[in-house]
C-alpha cells in the first residue's frame, strides 16, 4: 500500500536518509547530556576541580550547538522532502482524475475529489514529514533513556522501565476509550450545523409557520446532547496529564528510596540519580509525541486510502484505435442502446433507435430525469453505453480516438459553465486556432456580440463560473464557445432556458443558418423543438415517439400533453 | 486607533464576563486549582533536592530526612495529580457548557431575526460564526486565559524560588530567557506570514480543482485536459515553493528552544558546581558576597526548573494570537446575538378572518437607493384567486414578502378585513396563511415530522389524511420506512414531490389564506399534474396568491396583477387584459405564442 507511494518520494531520497539521520545524531547528543552532567557533578565537583567542570559546560555548549545544526538540517530536508512528495502525488492525482470518465467522478462526487486533492494528500504529506523528524528521534529518545538508565544502574533502570511501560498503557488506554466519543461529537455537531443550516435556508417556512419556539427547543436539545458527550470526552481526557505526571513521578519517589541503601553501600552516586531523573522526564516528553504520532498517523492512513481509491479507479471509457470519419453517412445513428449509470441497476435508457441525419435539426423533449442528458452525452462518450451501439459518422464510437470523436461535437452543456479567465480564453477552448474574427462570427450566432463589446470586448474579463455574465449572457457565451468549434455536429443541452422568446427563436435561426451542420436540441420548451426536422419524445429512458411537430401532436398523446400543458387547453 | 481596539476588547471581555458568571463555581474551582498545581508542581523538585542531599555520599546517608522528603515529595505528586485532574475538569465544563450558553443566544436571535437579515448575509458566514466561532472563543480565551494564568504563575514562582535558593544563578536564568522569548518572536513572525501566503495558494489551487471538476463536462468534451493540467502544476509548483519554508520555518520552533534549553541548562550546570565547589560548611563566600551554601541537591532543582521554566513562555506567545483570535471571534458571534428581533407583538386579534386584503399607498424598497415599488393600490376580496405574473425581477417575490411581513413597508398599509396587520401580533398574523415556494424548504426530520410542522397536535391519521389529500401518500408509503423515513441528502425524492409534502403541510393547518409559487419547470409531467391539481383543491374558498407561470392558472383567476419593474402595472381579468392590448397582452403573446400556434 504505502510502496506505490515511494516513487513520488524517491527524487528526495537524499534528503530522507541524511535527514533522518542528523535527527539521530541529534537524539544521541540529547541523550548523553544528562551524562556529562553526572560526570561533572561526580568527578569535577567531588574532586574540587573548576577546570574539569568548565571543560564539562563547554562540551555541552557544543553538543547543544552540534545538535541545533543537525536538527535544523533535519527540519530543512523533511521539509523539501514531504513538500515534494506532496506536490508530485497531487500533480499525479490531478492528472489521473482527468483520464477518468464522468461515470467515475459521479461515483466519488466532486467535491469529494477536491477535498482528496488538496486535504487528504496534506495529511499523507504531514505523515512523511514526521516520519523523517519524529519516528526516528520520539522511539530512539525513549528506548535509549531507558537502556542508558540500566547501564547506570539495573535496579533503578527497571524502575524506569516499568513506569515507562506504565506511561505508555496510560496513553493507549485514553485514547483508545476517547476515539469513540470523538466520533459521536462530530455527528451531533453535524446535526446543530444542520438545524442552523436549515433555519438560514428555511427562514421564510420557520417564520411562515411561526415556529420559532419549536426551533429554538430542537437546538437547545441538541446543543444539550451535544454538551453531554463533550463533558464525557473532556473527563476522560483530563487524565492524561495528570496520570503520566503522577506515574513518572512515583517513579522517581521510588528510585530516591531505593538509593538511600545503595549511595550508602557506595554503589550509587548523586550525579547518577540526578541523570536518571532527566531520563525520566526526556521519556514521558518522548512518549507524549509518540502519542500524537499514532493518531497522526492513523489519519493519514485513512487519507492514504481514500487517495489510492481514486488511484485505483480506471476510466470505463477506453481510447479506441483511430479511424476517420464517414461525412456521407448518418451523424449519428443508435441501435438497441440502453444505459444504467454507475451503482444502479435501474437503466436510465432502454431499447433506443434513432438516427440523425447529416444536416439534420433534431429535436429531443421529454420530462426531467427521462433520459435526454444522458441520451446526448453517449455520443461524444461522456459515457459508454452499456448495451447496443452508438454509431458516429459511419463508425462506432470506440472506435476512434478519444479526441478525434469529441472534436466532430460542440456541446452546450445543460448548466452553463464558463471558466475563469478572458471571453477569448473561452472561447479558445472551442478552438485553440480560432481568430479574432473566427470568435466575433461566433458571438454573433450565439447573440453574444452586442453584451461582449459592450462591456470590454474579447479581454472582457471572465470570473469564476462567469459569475459576473447573467444566466441568459452565461448561456450565449457558451453557445459562443460551441459555434466557434465549427464541429460538425452541434448539441444544446437545453441551453436556451434562460432566453427569452425572441433571442431564443434569434439563436435558434441562427444556427440554422449554419451550414451542413447537424444540429440536436434538447428542450423542455414544446415552442423551441417546433420547426426541427425531427423530435423524439422521451419518456422513462424510452422513446415514446418521433416524428415532426405536427406528426406527434397528431399521434403522440404524450407529446400532446406536454404541448397543452404549456399552452391554452382549449386553444 | 489602538485605544479604540482597546476599548472595544474592554467590551467584549465585560459582555463573555456576564456569560460566565453563572458558572462563578467553575471559575473559583480553576483559580484554586491551579493555584494547588503550580505550587505542587514547584515543590516537587525542591523536596528530591532535599533528599538528594541528604546522601552526599556512601556511609553519610541521613535516612530519616531521606525518608521525610521522599513522603512529602510523594504527597506534593498526589496533590498536584488531583489538583491538575479537577482544573481540567473545571475548564472543561466551563468551556463546554459556554459554548452551549454562546450557541443557543446567538440561534435565538437568528430565529427572531427578520428576514432581512438572512438575506443580507452570507449563510455560510453566519453558519461559521455560530458553529467554529464559539469554537474559537473558548478555545482562545478560556483554555488560553487558563494557560496563561497557570504560565504565569509558573514562571513567577519559578523564579521566586530561583532567588531565593541562589540569586546569582537565578540571574543568569533571567538573563538569558530573553533569548528564548527572541527566538520564538522571530520564528512565529516569519511563518505566520509564510502560512498566510500558503493558504492563499492552496485556496487558489482548490478553486481551480473545484473549477475543472464542476466544468469536468466540458474539459472533456473540448479536450482541454493537458490545459487545465499545466495550470494546476503551475499552482501546485507555487505551492511546494512556499509550502516547504512555511513548513521549515514553523518547524524550527522546537530545534530553536531546545537549543536555548541546552544553554541554559549547560550555564546553571556549571555555575552550580563551581558553587557547589567553592561552598564550604553551608556558606558561600565570593570576594565580598556571602550566600547560602551551594549543594548537588539544589542544582538539581535549577536543572529542573530551568526546562520547566522555559516551556510557559512557548505557550505564552501561542496564546497571544489564541487571544486576538478570540476576540475576532466574539465580536463576530456577539454580531449575532446582537441583531434585533423581529416586531411580534401587536394588539389586534381577528378572532375570525374572512380574508379582504387592501394594500393602500404602498412604498417600498430593500435599499434607499433603488426604488422598487411606489404607491401600490389593490383590493382582494375574500375567496378569489389573485394571479401574480410578470417577467423575472419584476418584484414578485417581494409582493409575497409584504404580505407575509418578512418586510415592512416603507409607507402606506396591508390591512386584513380592515385591520392593519402590523397592529396584529406577527406569529397570529403569518398563522392566517398557508406558504408554498418554489424552493420547497423541507426539515431533516422524519417525513410525518415536516407534514405536522405547522400543527403540532396532529395525529398520525390526520397527518396521512393530509398526505392523501395532497397526492403523496402513494410515494411516502414507497419510501423504505414510509411516514418515518428521515429526509436526509441520500433520501431520493424529487423536487416535484418535495413540493407535494410542502402542499400536505399546509392542508393540515387549513388556513384562511394561501400564497402559492408555481414551479417554473424540472418537474416531471405526471407529478406536475397532481401538483396543479392538489393546487386547485386547496384553493377552493380561500383567498389565495398565486405567482402564476401556467396558462391554466392565468386563465381562471379572478384577478391577475401584471407586474413589471416593481409596479403593479396592470390588473384585471385575463379577458380584460387581453382586450386592453398593454403589457399584458405582448407578454403573454411573447412567451405563450409559440406554443399556441402549434396547438
Known amino acids: ?571 | 486607533m489602538k485605544k479604540g481596539i482597546r476599548t472595544l476588547q474592554k467590551g467584549l471581555v465585560r459582555r463573555l464576563l456576564t456569560y460566565v458568571a453563572p458558572y462563578k463555581g467553575y471559575v473559583a474551582g480553576t483559580i484554586a486549582c491551579s493555584i494547588l498545581y503550580v505550587a505542587s508542581v514547584l515543590v516537587g523538585p525542591v523536596l528530591y533536592g532535599e533528599a538528594i542531599d541528604a546522601m552526599p555520599g556512601a556511609g553519610r546517608v541521613d535516612f530519616s530526612a531521606v525518608y521525610l522528603m521522599i513522603g512529602c515529595f510523594a504527597g506534593s505528586v498526589l496533590v498536584s495529580f488531583a489538583s491538575q485532574k479537577l482544573l481540567n475538569n473545571c475548564v472543561n465544563s466551563l468551556c463546554y457548557k459556554l459554548v452551549r450558553d454562546l450557541r443557543r443566544d446567538a440561534f435565538e436571535s437568528l430565529t427572531a431575526a427578520g428576514v432581512r437579515y438572512i438575506d443580507t448575509h452570507a449563510q455560510g458566514d453566519v453558519m461559521t460564526r455560530i458553529v467554529n466561532d464559539v469554537d474559537v472563543i473558548t478555545d482562545g480565551l478560556l483554555q488560553g486565559a487558563a494557560q496563561l494564568f497557570t504560565g504565569v504563575m509558573t514562571i513567577l514562582a519559578t523564579l521566586a524560588v530561583m532567588f531565593a535558593v541562589n540569586y546569582i544563578i537565578a540571574l543568569v536564568v533571567v538573563v538569558l530567557t530573553p533569548l528564548s522569548l527572541f527566538v520564538a518572536a522571530v520564528i512565529t513572525k516569519k511563518t505566520f506570514r509564510l502560512f498566510q501566503k500558503q493558504v492563499r495558494i492552496q485556496g487558489e489551487l482548490v478553486s481551480h480543482v473545484k473549477e475543472m471538476l464542476g466544468g469536468q463536462k466540458t474539459v472533456i468534451l473540448f479536450n482541454e485536459e493537458k490545459y487545465s493540467e499545466k495550470k494546476f502544476e503551475g499552482i501546485n509548483a507555487r505551492l511546494n515553493e512556499i509550502g516547504w519554508r512555511a513548513q521549515y520555518s514553523s518547524a524550527l520552533t522546537n530545534p530553536g528552544t531546545r537549543f536555548v534549553n541546552a544553554v541554559i541548562t549547560a550555564f546553571v550546570g556549571v555555575l552550580g558546581c563551581i558553587f557547589c565547589i567553592l561552598s564550604d560548611g553551608g556558606l558561600l563566600t565570593l570576594g565580598t558576597l556571602t550566600l547560602g551554601g551551594f549543594t548537588v541537591g539544589k542544582l538539581s532543582v535549577f536543572l529542573s526548573y530551568a526546562n520547566q521554566y522555559t516551556k510557559p513562555f512557548n505557550e505564552i506567545s501561542n496564546v497571544v494570537t489564541q487571544l486576538q483570535n478570540a476576540f475576532a471571534s466574539a465580536a463576530r458571534v456577539f454580531e449575532v446575538i446582537d441583531e434585533p428581533g423581529e416586531r411580534t407583538e401587536g394588539t389586534a386579534h381577528l378572532s375570525s378572518c374572512r380574508g379582504d386584503i387592501a394594500v393602500e399607498g404602498v412604498r417600498f424598497s430593500y435599499s434607499a437607493d433603488k426604488p422598487l415599488i411606489e404607491d401600490l393600490d389593490l383590493s382582494v376580496k375574500a375567496g378569489s384567486k389573485v394571479a401574480i405574473v410578470g417577467p423575472t425581477g419584476c418584484g414578485k417575490t417581494t409582493l409575497i414578502n409584504l404580505l407575509m411581513r418578512f418586510y415592512d413597508p416603507l409607507a402606506g398599509r396591508i390591512t386584513v378585513d380592515g385591520t392593519d396587520i402590523r397592529d396584529i401580533p406577527l406569529d397570529e398574523y403569518r398563522k392566517l396563511f398557508g406558504m408554498v415556494l418554489q424552493e420547497s424548504f423541507l426539515s431533516g426530520e422524519t417525513v410525518a415530522y415536516n407534514i405536522a410542522y405547522g400543527a403540532e397536535n396532529a395525529s398520525r391519521a390526520q397527518i396521512e389524511e393530509a398526505a392523501k389529500a395532497a397526492y403523496c401518500d402513494f410515494f411516502i408509503r414507497n419510501l423504505e420506512k414510509g411516514y418515518d423515513t428521515v429526509l436526509t441528502g441520500n433520501v431520493n425524492i424529487s423536487q416535484g414531490e418535495k413540493q407535494l409534502l410542502c402542499i400536505a403541510r399546509v392542508m393540515l393547518v387549513d388556513p384562511p389564506m394561501l400564497i402559492l409559487d408555481e414551479a417554473t419547470s424540472n418537474i416531471d409531467t405526471m407529478t406536475e399534474m397532481r401538483i396543479q391539481k392538489a393546487f386547485r383543491k386547496i384553493m377552493r374558498g380561500r383567498t389565495s396568491f398565486i405567482v402564476a407561470h401556467r396558462l391554466s392558472t392565468i386563465l381562471d383567476a379572478d384577478l391577475i396583477l401584471v407586474m413589471k419593474d416593481g409596479a403593479v402595472v396592470e390588473q384585471g381579468t385575463h379577458a380584460s387584459l387581453m382586450e386592453a392590448k398593454g403589457f399584458y397582452y405582448r407578454l403573454y403573446n411573447a412567451q405563450f405564442a409559440g406554443a399556441e400556434q402549434g396547438a
Not at chain 1, 523523517?132 to 533513556?145: D, E, H, K, N, T
Open chain 1, 1 to 571: 500500500m504505502i510502496g506505490r507511494y515511494l516513487p513520488y518520494l524517491k527524487q528526495y531520497r537524499a534528503s530522507c536518509i541524511l535527514g533522518a539521520l542528523s535527527k539521530w545524531f541529534e537524539a544521541l547528543l540529547e541523550l548523553l547530556v544528562p551524562l556529562v552532567m553526572a560526570r561533572i557533578i561526580d568527578v569535577g565537583v567531588a574532586r574540587g576541580d573548576v577546570s574539569y567542570v568548565l571543560w564539562g559546560g563547554a562540551l555541552m555548549l557544543a553538543m547543544g550547538a552540534v545538535g541545533f545544526g543537525c536538527a535544523v538540517f533535519c527540519q530543512r530536508s523533511a521539509s523539501i522532502a514531504s513538500q515534494g512528495f506532496g506536490t508530485n502525488v497531487r500533480n499525479a492525482l490531478f492528472r489521473h482524475i482527468d483520464t477518468l470518465s464522468y461515470r467515475e467522478i459521479d461515483k466519488v462526487g466532486a467535491a469529494s475529489l477536491v477535498t482528496r486533492v488538496a486535504n487528504d494528500v496534506t495529511q499523507m504529506q504531514s505523515a512523511v514529514a514526521m516520519t523523517i523528524r519524529l519516528v526516528v528521534r520520539s522511539p530512539f529518545i525513549a528506548a535509549g533513556a531507558v537502556i542508558l538508565c540500566l547501564i547506570l544502574d539495573w535496579r533503578t533502570g527497571l524502575i524506569v522501565t516499568a513506569a515507562s511501560v506504565l506511561v505508555a498503557l496510560v496513553l493507549w488506554a485514553i485514547m483508545k476509550k476517547s476515539v469513540p466519543y470523538y466520533t459521536k461529537n462530530q455527528e451531533k455537531l453535524d446535526r446543530l450545523t444542520r438545524i442552523t443550516n436549515e433555519n438560514l435556508e428555511g427562514a421564510r417556512v420557520v417564520r411562515a409557520f411561526a415556529n420559532r419556539e419549536k426551533e429554538r427547543a430542537r437546538f437547545d436539545a441538541a446543543a444539550e446532547d451535544m454538551l453531554g458527550n463533550s463533558i464525557v470526552i473532556g473527563r476522560i481526557s483530563a487524565w492524561l496529564n495528570p496520570l503520566t505526571f503522577a506515574v513518572i513521578n512515583f517513579g522517581v519517589a521510588l528510585i530516591l528510596l531505593l538509593s538511600g541503601f545503595r549511595v550508602e553501600r557506595g554503589s550509587l552516586s548523586s550525579g547518577d540519580i540526578i541523570a536518571v531523573i532527566n531520563y525520566m522526564t526526556q521519556i514521558l516528553n518522548a512518549m507524549i509525541v509518540i502519542s500524537n504520532l499514532v493518531s497522526l498517523f492513523t489519519k493519514a492512513n485513512a487519507s492514504m486510502h481514500r487517495v489510492s481509491e481514486v488511484f485505483d479507479m480506471r476510466s470505463s471509457v477506453a481510447d479506441g484505435a483511430g479511424c476517420a470519419p464517414d461525412f456521407s453517412a448518418p451523424a449519428v445513428q443508435m441501435k438497441g442502446v440502453g444505459f444504467s449509470y454507475a451503482g444502479t441497476d435501474q437503466y436510465s435508457l432502454r431499447n433506443i433507435d434513432l438516427t440523425i441525419g447529416r444536416g439534420q435539426t433534431v429535436g429531443i423533449i421529454g420530462g426531467t430525469g427521462s433520459g435526454k442528458s444522458t441520451l446526448v452525452s453517449l455520443m461524444p462518450r461522456l459515457y459508454d453505453a452499456s448495451e447496443g451501439e452508438v454509431i458516429v459518422f459511419g463508425h462506432d464510437v470506440r472506435e476512434y480516438g478519444l479526441a478525434a470523436l469529441r472534436s466532430l461535437f460542440g456541446v452546450v452543456p445543460q448548466n452553463a459553465s464558463l471558466f475563469s479567465g478572458t471571453v477569448r480564453s473561452n472561447l479558445f477552448w472551442g478552438n485553440d486556432k480560432g481568430t479574432d474574427e473566427d470568435f466575433d462570427e461566433a458571438l454573433k450566432v450565439a447573440c453574444a456580440y452586442d453584451f461582449v463589446y459592450e462591456k470590454g470586448g474579447l479581454d472582457e474579463k471572465v470570473s469564476e463560473g462567469g459569475k459576473n455574465f447573467s444566466g441568459g449572457q452565461r448561456q450565449r457565451l457558451t453557445i459562443a464557445r460551441a459555434v466557434a468549434a465549427k464541429a460538425p455536429v452541434l448539441i444544446l443541452d437545453d441551453s436556451c432556458s434562460a432566453l427569452d422568446f425572441a433571442t431564443d427563436a434569434k439563436v435558434r435561426a441562427n444556427i440554422a443558418a449554419l451550414e451542413g451542420t447537424t444540429t440536436v436540441i434538447i428542450s423542455q420548451r414544446a415552442s423551441s423543438l417546433m420547426h426541427a426536422d425531427k423530435i423524439f419524445v422521451l419518456e422513462d429512458g424510452g422513446i415514446a415517439g418521433s416524428g415532426t411537430h405536427a406528426e406527434l401532436y397528431a399521434q403522440c398523446p404524450l407529446y400532446r400533453e406536454i404541448c397543452d400543458s404549456q399552452t391554452r387547453a382549449e386553444a
